[in-house]
């Protein structure tokens, strides 16, 4: 592995009973930037990143981290991210940064929380909500910020707010891996882009790369970069 590589897997295996979720993956993911795992419904993106994050196991194929001596070495945003309804905005956060010694007060502002802090949980947009659970991912400061479709199921302003939040994370110099289904997002945001297939890898690149293939933007011509055709996934609202 070289330096500037957050962490590398190789020949990734998952089934679940005989459906294959992972067949053979191999991927590298760049210190620095934002890299999305783009695909259609049932591709095998979340199997992915849950392997990698050793949330799920795989079956064979080996990940490794690259060095790092953080408290905590990933962050990572759950596709439905919960937390105790009755508790404000301010107490979840504190909970979390007191596991790992960070600064409650700072993760709030990093993702523009600060300005509700005695809003309870329930009282919180789904925005909002997922802005929580990315700066709970941000305690500890971990060098890999891994997001599950983190504009699922929002309005096109949270969801561009989203991403701006996620493009910011990456300038300061860490490593943020997602997945999402919001394509001119992630033409706009990600350095990387992996398109995951049927279990596979059937494409990857930078997004103008993958333009040049395709000739159009990715939430037009997506589905070019597949080897089945698929209803093409939308360009904002994610499911
Ligand atoms: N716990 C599980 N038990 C059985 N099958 C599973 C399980 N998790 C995933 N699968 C199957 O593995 C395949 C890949 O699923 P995965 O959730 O990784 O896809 P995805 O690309 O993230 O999909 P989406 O875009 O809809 O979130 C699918 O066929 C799915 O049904």
Redesign the pocket.
Known sequence: MTDDVALTATDLRRS?GD?T?LDGVSIDVPTDGVTALI?P???????LLDVLLGIERSDAGTVDYGESDARRQVGYLPQRPTFRPDDTVRETIAFYAALVEDDPDRLLERVGLDTVPDRRVSALSGGMTRLLGIAQALAGDPPILALDEPASGLDPAMSDRIFGVIDSLAADGRAVLL?S?ALSLVERTADHVVV?EAGGVAARGSPAALRERTGGPLHETFTDLLSEPTTAVDGGDES
Do not use: F, I, L, R
């Open positions: 679940y459906v979720a695909g419904n049932g591709s095998g993106k979340t199997t997945t289904h995951v």
